[in-house]
């Protein structure tokens, strides 16, 4: 055997080392895109599906309220809140402030009735 044929058999020995690891990288790079891209749609669908659930609990709320506000006897709210509410207010708040003389007050409204959810996403109403 010759130098060169050594050398030749060595290259040729090399070059098929490469091509494996390159096929073998190859491999890898051609399952790894697949599995990236599924996760990507998984995640996509999962976070779908959290809206579209959180989205159909605010429908259901929306018409239980709705009904509650408009079929709902009054005694259903509770008491009425006395005639000196706003007078009751406004000395319960200047008792906690430093300075109540500077306080000022603006009252929007009248007292009504209304639902609110009772806790984060959920599809009841209750009256208050």
């Given amino acids: ?43 996509i669908f999962s976070a779908a599906a959290v809206a579209f659930s959180l989205a159909a609990c605010g429908v259901a709320y929306q018409q239980e309220r709705s009904e509650i506000l408009r079929s709902a006897r009054t005694e259903t709210f509770g008491p009425p809140p006395p005639a000196d509410y706003r007078d009751t207010g406004e000395a319960f708040i200047k008792r906690l402030l430093k300075d109540p003389e500077s306080a000022r007050f603006e009252w929007i409204g009248e007292p009504r009735h209304e639902a609110i959810q009772p806790a984060f996403a959920s599809p009841h109403a209750t009256p208050v």
């Fill in 1 to 43: 055997m010759s130098a060169s044929n050594f050398f030749d058999l060595q290259a040729l020995f090399g070059f098929i080392q490469r091509k494996k690891r390159l096929s073998f990288a190859a491999a890898q790079i051609k399952t790894s895109v697949p599995n990236k891209v599924m996760r990507h749609v998984f995640i």
